[in-house]
């Protein structure tokens, strides 16, 4: 299941539905930031398409090479050629000579074929675009319905500029897939849909899977959130805890990432400090502390110490304050008041 990444799949299925129609070749570039998605959703469509195609009584076949594996033209096409035959010698056969054995295959087969290079700006930076101007003029030798190839890059970075002229003018620069940041709602979703497959009924507590989607926010990555839930789960296994908690998903954020330093709390002022250990104290066993919670902890601490406890609205610049630092996260709650999370 691939919450939130319907429109990208419907955009995909839209370019290369020429291809199953009438045996034409396309080309697309899928592009985004880490963990938005890119690789599982483009592997999915490739599934989807070649089941598709079977029941139109046409065979698709397709190969997903990882660019920074295999970094050279000799290397990727090395990759294509072991698709088909896993013994393929590694040395001996020449780009050109690898490409005319894969023309020969199609055209015996009659197959579409689908070519997935991913992270392919590091093969345009180790190699050039000549692989991939090759590969876009595959089909002008191709005999018409004596199979196709398509191809597919994917990356992070936009790397359609980086391609020489010759390869851009037959690269269709408008078939662009884009893939944003997932928001904190959407992690929510991906982490909810995992948790089933992860975690016996009831072993991650309420509140957990939210908590993780506001530690992941910042990066919009779904790899990180679903690595912050793993390592969370583990974390309670390995202390023999009967369910997942909130400071299980803090223990993995600080394995994982920490972004709380030694350094930041020493040159903390007094109260600040206080307000950050009173948020501690409010926040065990639990993803949230409500402001009151917060503030009625925080009176409690200036008892202990023999301090006099600052005004509400001073309070509140005071999480303002840590918020900017990176040591808290401001939520509002479903009726729209503030709370904080650590």
């Known amino acids: 299941n691939l919450p939130h990444r319907d429109a990208q799949l419907k955009k995909l299925a839209s370019l290369f539905n020429p291809v199953l129609e009438s045996d034409l070749s396309q080309t697309a570039f899928v592009t985004g930031g880490v963990g938005t998605g890119k690789t599982v959703v483009t592997k999915y469509f490739c599934q989807e398409l070649k089941s598709y195609g079977a029941g139109m009584n046409k065979k698709v076949d397709f190969v997903h090479i990882n660019c920074r594996q295999r970094q050279s033209d000799a290397m990727v096409m090395l990759g294509v050629m072991r698709h088909f035959d896993p013994n393929f010698p590694e040395r001996g056969f020449s780009v050109n000579e690898m490409m005319a054995s894969l023309r020969k295959k199609l055209e015996t087969s009659g197959s579409i074929f689908l070519i997935v290079l991913d992270e392919a700006d590091v093969l345009i930076k180790h190699s050039g675009s000549d692989l991939i101007y090759m590969l876009t003029r595959f089909n002008e030798e191709t005999p018409k319905h004596k199979g ?66 506001e530690m992941a926010k910042e990066y919009g990555d779904a790899r990180f959130a679903i690595e912050l839930l793993d390592h969370a789960g583990r974390i309670a296994e390995e202390a023999g805890d009967a369910t997942v908690d909130a400071e299980h998903a803090r223990g993995a954020k600080a394995a994982i990432k920490p972004y709380v330093t030694t350094g930041q709390l020493e040159v903390l002022e007094l109260h600040k400090a206080m307000i950050l250990l009173a948020l501690a104290r409010s926040l065990k066993k639990k993803a949230y502390a409500d402001t009151k919670d917060l503030e009625d902890a925080y009176r409690l601490l200036c008892e202990e110490v023999g301090e006099k406890p600052r005004g509400h609205t001073q309070v509140w610049n005071y999480i303002t304050d840590l918020e900017a630092q990176g040591l808290v996260a401001k939520k509002l709650d479903c009726k729209g008041k503030a709370g904080t999370i650590a």
């Open 148 to 213: 196709s190839l398509s191809l597919m890059l994917i990356s992070q970075k936009y790397v359609l500029d980086k391609l020489d002229q010759a390869a851009l003018s037959t690269f269709r620069r408008s078939n662009v897939v884009e893939f944003d940041r997932y928001n904190t709602e959407q992690l929510e979703a991906i982490l909810s849909d995992r948790v089933p497959l992860a975690f016996k009924d009831a072993i991650v507590e309420d509140g957990v899977v939210s908590l993780i989607a």
